[in-house]
């Protein structure tokens, strides 16, 4: 997500004064916590509403809604509001909403314990553990958060006239009711994991260099001291968006594959028969070490491919 190398923009934690009274640091510490959790959560609030046309238009075309897939980017952003109106390039904004919030705060939240577990508890530092913690940190707050997507994900690939939801609710209780149960918020998780280890990662730690390369090299042009701790430096409020936004543009370029994939599954049951993919989950079985496997990938030229794996 593109909120990520934002909330990695955050002051460091402020020093903990030595003789501030009894329960003085605790206090300060809870304190620190709390206003992380609200700046994070605000944050990717503010940062996914600004861009969500644009999330709403990439789910039409990655999942290649029959409105829409004959289009551009550009395109599809003149077309939806000719036939949606204008709020419809914000469908299934409330439920990414709900999401984001919680979204945010726990990947920011779950970066800072596990940055100080690895350091403290493995002794790694540097850039490693950035990159090992922003990857744990991304895969904690996708599991917490999943099912909101699923939901965002349904919403958003509706069309006006063609509504199999009513709202977030309903949502809920028809996938819930029709697709297995609570397993079914979980329809494309694997490949979700396993895209959102590098972009977490790559983010946290492309930030993370940027800032600390910058403050190294020009700190009295790209640095400004800290709110809570005057005697440490952080990056000023334009460098950090930029920071953010090298970040965000690399991560995602190199996760992308994966959100296709993902998207595909978790729209598995309402796409057209022709669109779907016949094998939902890749599993290889080894039944006496013979027989022949088929396995569906979906690939950019051709989405009804078929590759058939021989295993002996």
Known sequence: ?????????????????????????????????????????????????????????????????????????????????????????????????????????????????????????????????????????????????????????????????????????????????KEGGFLGFYRGLMPTILGMAPYAGVSFFTFGTLKSVGLSHAPTLLGRPSSDNPNVLVLKTHINLLCGGVAGAIAQTISYPFDVTRRRMQLGTVLPEFEKCLCHHLTIVFQYHVGDYEVCLWTSWNSKRIISWLIS
Request: aromatic share 10%.
């Open 1 to 177: 997500m593109a909120a990520a190398a934002a909330l990695a923009a955050a002051d460091p934690p402020p020093a903990m004064p030595q003789a501030a009274g009894a329960g003085g640091p605790t206090a300060r510490r809870d304190f620190y916590w709390l206003r992380s959790f609200l700046a994070g959560g605000i944050a990717g609030c503010c940062a996914k509403t600004t861009v969500a046309p644009l999330d709403r238009v990439k789910v039409l075309l990655q999942a290649h809604n029959h409105h829409y897939k004959h289009l551009g980017v550009f395109s599809a952003l003149r077309a939806v509001p000719q036939k949606e109106g204008y709020l419809g390039l914000y469908k299934g904004n409330g439920a990414m909403m709900i999401r984001i919030f919680p979204y945010g705060a726990i990947q920011f939240m779950a970066f800072e314990h596990y940055k100080t577990v690895i350091t403290t508890k493995l002794g790694v530092s540097g850039h490693v553990h950035r990159l090992m913690a922003g990857s744990m940190a991304g895969m904690t707050a996708v599991i917490c958060t999943y099912p909101l997507d699923m939901v965002r994900v349904r919403l958003a690939f509706q069309v006006k006239g063609e509504h199999t939801y009513t709202g977030i609710i309903h949502a809920f209780k028809t996938i819930y009711a």
